[in-house]
């Protein structure tokens, strides 16, 4: 059945999106010389490649609606023919020669009175994949903000590796100097020296790593947001990131997370949707057992008897009605029915296993959130401890009751302090980002 295989392919042309269409042509940008994590979602929501494809399925989707819907609306047609045909084949009549010319012309017009509710079951379908389609579009522009707001902070992160790398050398070089001033004066030995300049070489491959990785990060962002250079501009040329990664608490109840998650994730509701629409599908089904009813009307002309002349030509209309009753279709329909109920029992379990998956992803997100905001907490109590105990490491080396290791051991633990808060911060953004997904709620951008 023709309602039936359109009602398939709708679910086989993939996501939809009911939005505004963008332009899928390439378009060049002057990479900015700042950016802030509101103008990259922004821009991302304009230019990233999966929301852009997500509005293009659209069109797809909208022509499959009007051939959908082209079946409840009146079929307009013309039909006519020409036929020449040989002597031999003519039979004369008594009072002229063989006619070898026959012709017609139609215009039919059919329109369905009935099919067994498959038609409005066919557009009830089609509503409801409409309906569908913001939820899918928004869930990609969910998921596309926080995949683009984890690369921001991700290079926010590498930013701040620098800063702890390029301080840790700067402290070093201080460390270098007062010691060759300290071995000049006698106070320390020349292995003081080396041992200083050995900490200052092993510091700076590490400031290296960091500046190459933050290069992948903003290169990566870039691909995140849609962002090309443009042809012949500076290609080394990198933005200004404005913010830094922070510690700001938020607290969510898990019962109004899990809750929230329920009513707003937007797959879970495309889901139910589909599944409404698997629905309608076994009505689609079912109507191949009923009878299908169709006005048909006719206005023709026909060629008459005795003449090919169109001015002879005989022409009136005809109008009545058509009605099939299948019989027996070799058990095609029943088929079509089992597959159709099987598939709307599919959808149900595919609901319910998705709803039992975004209730762990809830309860993931937040334990994750819960676990960075104590790794958080400790990481600025250690930094802190850690600058007292270099403080104090650098005063008794100035006055002689610590060595230039005691120095070199405080140091290392700042670095190493300041490094860890710098990924309990990440952490703790990202993790509060994910929450905000998990439980449906759109990203600050768009509320904003």
Do not use: C
Not at 80 to 94: A, K, R
Not at 153 to 173: D, T, W
Not at 415 to 420: F, Y
């Amino acid at each position: 059945m023709q309602l039936l295989s359109i009602f398939r392919h709708s679910f086989a042309v993939g996501s939809l999106a009911i939005a505004a269409i963008a332009s899928s042509q390439t378009v060049s940008y002057e990479i900015p010389d700042e950016l802030d994590i509101e103008t990259a979602l922004g821009f991302a929501l304009e230019h990233n490649f999966d929301i852009l494809r997500a509005k293009q399925r659209i069109e797809e989707q909208n022509g499959l609606v009007i051939e959908v819907r082209a079946q409840a609306l009146p079929d307009l047609s013309v039909q006519g023919q020409y036929t020449e045909i040989d002597e031999g084949l003519s039979d004369p009549d008594n009072f002229g020669p063989a006619v070898t010319t026959q012709w017609s012309l139609a215009v039919q017009a059919r329109q369905t009175l009935y099919a067994g509710g498959g038609v409005r079951a066919a557009l009830n379908v089609q509503d409801l994949i409409e309906q569908s389609a913001l939820l899918e579009l928004e869930a990609v522009v969910n998921d596309t903000l926080l995949s683009t707001r984890v690369g921001y902070y991700s290079a926010l992160l590498a930013r701040a590796r620098i800063g702890v790398q390029e301080e840790n050398v700067n402290l070093l070089e201080e460390l270098l100097e007062s010691a060759k001033d300290r071995f000049e004066v006698g106070i320390d030995s020349r292995f003081e020296v080396l041992r200083a300049e050995v900490s200052l070489a092993n510091a700076r491959p590490a400031l290296i790593q960091a500046q190459n990785d933050y290069r992948i990060a903003i290169e990566e962002l870039r691909e995140l947001l849609g962002f090309f250079s443009i042809e012949g501009g500076d290609q080394r040329k990198a933005p200004v990131l404005h913010g830094e990664l922070e510690y700001s608490p938020v607290n969510y109840d898990l019962d109004s997370s899990l809750s929230s998650a329920r009513a707003k994730r937007p797959e879970l509701q495309r889901l139910a949707k589909v599944a409404e629409a698997r629905e309608e599908g076994v009505i689609i089904a079912k109507s191949g057992y009923r009878p299908e009813v169709a006005l048909v009307g006719f206005y023709q002309f026909n060629k008459a008897s005795a003449s090919s002349s169109f001015d002879d030509s005989l022409e009136g209309w005809t109008a009545g009605l058509q009605v099939s009753v299948p019989i027996f279709d070799g058990r095609r329909t029943r088929g079509q029915v089992v597959q159709a109920k099987s598939q709307l029992e599919q959808s149900k379990l595919e609901v319910q296993q998705f709803t039992l998956a975004v209730e762990v992803d809830v309860r993931r997100a937040l334990s994750d959130l819960q676990a960075a905001a104590e790794l958080a907490e400790a990481s600025i109590q250690v930094v802190g401890q850690a600058e007292e105990a270099l403080n104090l490491a650098d005063v008794r080396y100035e006055a002689g009751d610590a060595s230039q290791l005691d120095v070199l051991q405080a140091r290392v633990s700042l670095t190493e302090a300041r490094l860890n808060q710098a990924e309990a911060f990440y952490r703790y953004n990202v993790s509060a980002a994910q929450v905000r997904r998990s439980i449906g709620l759109p990203d600050v951008v768009i509320v904003q």
